[in-house]
């Protein structure tokens, strides 16, 4: 990494093309899976273990994601069983597919509790419902009325991409899997998501940060639709600042990109990244109260499809509601019924 570029440096690492899988440790393995989005693709693992592999994350609830699982369970990953599916965290492209590949192979779904029960929320929702709530809260942010409309006729677009899901075996933090060649611990933080796994194994200096720690992009820390006033950048913040003491040769390995050296390096970089988005706000404050809206427009002055408005309006509303909390911003419901931050 530069003093110009937060990217992280690629290693010499192939990446694994459709249909393989690339060794990482001698029982950690990579492939990876396309994405019709913006961000067109996710990384996904498999741990060897005395019983079997371990699949880490699975993809979209979708054809085009369908199709990229045969060659896998008849390649590289036939001749031992599917000893479990380990879902990091709830979002679509982590989880769409675990119930799917679950009724496939045989193998039981493993995830935290607070994601489950995020999973679980958003899979419950009416298309009424979600309706109801998404509206609400675009409007609050000033959404404009043509992207309303359309979130008005969207339906929940969470199931969309997200198959049903059997009964879940719930993991607790410090819970140890031990392959063929280590022990992996899991933790849980707040940012990304509520409730997001990684994984360590410290012994080897690998730790599996899936989408906490990417080496180029920043991930996405939204205000939950469940929750659209919580201060979720503190608890990313406090993930940071306990990442920044991981040694420089720890190898990170990630959802989206590449494995890289340096985590402590990159997470660093990430606060320098957030901090300067709040400051950036702070001054687009000074002249009058910031709209959501306003403050998303402010972040990202590009355009964007309804489904990036989603996250980027809500990545907004992460950093204003985190001003707020600091006690530097102040919050007005204005008589267009929009909602208001000004500087306190």
């Known amino acids: 990494m530069t003093k110009q570029d937060a990217t992280m440096q690629r290693l010499d690492i192939d990446v694994p093309q459709p249909g393989h899988m690339v060794a990482l440790a001698d029982d950690l393995y990579w492939f990876r899976f396309s994405l019709p989005f913006r961000l067109n693709h996710i990384n996904l693992y498999a741990l060897d273990t005395a019983d079997g592999w371990l699949l880490i994350d699975c993809g979209i609830k979708a054809d085009s994601n369908a199709v990229q699982w045969p060659p896998m369970l008849e390649g590289p990953l036939a001749g031992k069983p599917i000893a479990g599916i380990l879902i990091t965290h709830h979002h679509a492209d982590h989880v769409g597919y675990a119930g799917q590949l679950s009724s496939l192979t045989g193998a039981p779904i493993m995830t935290g509790a607070i994601e489950y029960e995020m999973m679980r929320w958003a899979l419950d929702m ?3 419902d979600y309706e109801k709530l998404a509206v609400d809260i675009y409007s609050e942010f ?6 309303i409309d359309r979130t008005k006729k969207s339906g929940n677009f969470y199931r969309s991409l997200v198959g049903e899901l059997p009964d879940v075996t719930i ?5 140890k899997i031990k392959t063929v060649s280590g022990t992996w611990q899991i933790r849980f933080d707040g940012g990304h998501s509520p409730g997001h796994m990684s994984l360590s194994d410290p012994a080897r ?3 599996l940060g899936i989408d906490f720690l990417l080496p180029r992009i920043s991930p996405n820390v939204s205000a939950p639709l469940r929750n659209i006033n919580a201060d979720v950048l503190a608890n990313y913040f406090t993930y940071l600042n306990d990442m920044r003491s991981l040694d420089n040769d720890w190898l990170v390995i990630s959802g989206h990109d590449w494995p890289y050296y340096g985590g402590g390096i990159r997470a660093a970089a990430l606060i320098a990244h957030h901090q300067q988005r709040l400051t950036q706000l702070m001054d687009a404050a000074k002249p009058s109260p910031l709209s959501t809206k306003m403050a998303s427009d402010h972040l990202f002055p590009f355009e964007l499809t309804d489904h990036e408005v989603f996250f980027a309006s809500c ?4 950093h204003l509601n985190h001003l707020f909390h600091g006690g530097k911003m102040d919050y007005a419901l204005g008589n267009d019924n929009i909602g ?5």
């Not at 993991?171 to 819970?175: D, Q, Y």
């Not at 208001?340 to 306190?344: E, I, Q, T, V």
């Open 126 to 128: 009416t298309n009424t």
């Open 142 to 147: 000033g959404l404009p009325e043509d992207v």
């Open 171 to 175: 993991l607790e933090a410090g819970h």
């Open 205 to 207: 200096k690998l730790y």
């Open 315 to 318: 990545e907004a509303r992460a």
């Open 340 to 344: 208001y931050f000004g500087l306190a």
